[in-house]
């Protein structure tokens, strides 16, 4: 049995990281639109 705060602490990492994953793929999308378009 986990205690409740082993499983907020993995719940919050696991947050963080979906947030983290999330903001890297927006970045790289922008990037990715800039470079085509803007190379063109």
């Not at 990281?17 to 063109?40: C, D, E, H, P, R």
Request: aromatic share 12%; no cysteine.
């Amino acid at each position: 049995m986990k205690s409740i705060a082993e499983k907020l602490k993995s719940s919050t990492s696991l947050m963080i990281t979906y947030g983290v994953l999330s903001i890297v793929s927006i970045v790289a999308g922008i990037f990715w639109n800039i470079t085509k378009y803007g190379f063109q």
